[in-house]
Each structure stands twice: as C-alpha cells, then as structure tokens.
C-alpha cells in the first residue's frame, strides 16, 4: 500500500542538540511538506519542495534545515537554533498539481527534556 | 498576509442534531480543502473543493465553496459520536500546492 512514513514516532531532543526527522513516501508525489502543530492550533509550514533538489522556506523555517535528495524522501533536521522545538510535527505530500489534497504521515512528536 | 478563520473554534453538539462550521479566508482563492483529525493522530483530507458553488458530500457532511464571498461551509447532518473530531480548512490561493491552514473546529458529539 502507498502512503508516507514517518519516524520516529516520538522523539525527545536534549538542549543544544540538533535532530532529525524522517519523511518517506511511495506515493510518486512530487511535492512534499513540513507543518508543525502546537497544542490546540493549526498547522504552521515550515518548509516545502515541489521537485527534487529544490525547497523553499514556509512561514517558519527558522531553526529548521532539509534537504530533497530524492523524489522519495524529505527529512527535516531540528538545529539547536531552534529555541521551542516541542511540537507535533507532520510531513505530507501530493502531486504536484494543487487539485489534490495532502495525504500526512502520521506524525512525530518531539520533545525537549 | 493570508488568514483563515474558522469559526466555531469549539463545538458540542447532541447525537441527531445538525450544525454548520465555517471557514473564511482572506485572499482570493478558487481551491479550498476540508481535513479531519481525531485526538492524537495525523489528518485524513476529507474534502477538494476547486470552483465557485462546488458542493461535496460523504456520509453525513456536506461541504460547499463561495468564492465569491470567501466562505467554505461544512454541513454536518444528524451528527453522530464517530464524527466527534477537529475539523480544519485549508486555503492555496496561489494554486502553488502549498496551503495555509485555519485553526480547526474541535467537534464533540454527545449522546
């Protein structure tokens, strides 16, 4: 079956760390993105790839790096610069066209102890 | 600055009832998208609304797209426990692929 994985499921991040978090899809979608949630609010971009080797930065990329090596993979590393890291944090893709929603992994919970 | 508001931000409401969640947006925008999440999980799209008077309806929810006035509504119809969730819009103006997202409707459906 296709769909997106994301892991860890729950990741705890101690101060000064960087940390990263992984994103695979075997959907062939071409776009991919990283949304942050905090409790009781939306979702917030932190960045965003509509192509292999390219990425643009959301809302909230500060703190934040990725990388698109590969049409399968996203992953977003947390850097020590990010200075509230604790979150539920959500990779999703879809095709490249918007007429689609997003289909979301099932999310990674990060936490700084 | 694109933003979407939702509103009710919370809402309970009795098995059997019907009720309206709405969504406004700020910016000009021929596609809006309609997701639901239950406690602790990920988002399942539920709704891809891409024109001015689209109507979608699965099961009991019906969701509909005014461009005009900037409005998308989510009809829920003789509401049962299962659909107690958090509803979210979401808006792409740009049609770019990249969304914003409103705030979500907490829904609780009590017995």
């Known amino acids: 079956d296709g769909g997106i994985t994301q892991s860890p499921k729950y990741l705890f991040r101690k101060e000064g760390q960087n940390v990263t978090l992984s994103c695979e899809q075997n959907?062939?979608?071409?776009?991919m993105y990283w949304y942050r949630q905090d409790p009781g609010q939306g979702l917030r971009l932190i960045y965003y790839?509509?192509?292999?080797?390219?990425?643009q930065k959301g809302d909230i990329a500060e703190g934040y790096s990725v990388s698109r090596e590969k049409k399968e993979s996203f992953p977003l590393t947390v850097t020590s610069a990010q200075k509230n890291p604790t979150a539920f944090y959500l990779c999703?893709?879809?095709?490249?066209?918007?007429?689609?929603?997003?289909?979301f992994g099932s999310g990674t919970r990060l936490t700084v102890v | 600055e694109l933003k979407v508001e939702q509103n009710p931000l919370f809402l309970s409401m009795q098995e059997g009832k019907n009720y309206t969640i709405y969504c406004n947006y700020s910016?000009?925008?021929?596609?809006l998208y309609w997701y639901r999440q239950d406690p602790g999980k990920s988002l399942e799209s539920l709704f891809v609304?891409?024109?001015?008077?689209a109507v979608k309806q699965e099961g009991r929810l019906m969701a509909s797209l005014d461009t005009k006035a900037r409005l998308s509504t989510l009809h829920i119809t003789a509401a049962v426990h299962d659909l107690s969730a958090t509803y979210f819009c979401?808006?792409?103006?740009?049609?770019?692929?990249?969304?914003?997202f409103g705030d979500g409707t907490t829904l609780t459906v009590k017995p």
């Open positions: 609304l891409l024109s001015n008077g």
């Open positions: 999703a893709s879809s095709p490249r066209a918007s007429d689609y929603g997003y289909t």
């Open positions: 910016t000009t925008s021929d596609r």
């Open positions: 790839s509509q192509i292999v080797n390219d990425f």
């Open positions: 959907l062939n979608h071409d776009a």
């Open positions: 979401a808006v792409d103006p740009t049609n770019a692929g990249k969304s914003t």
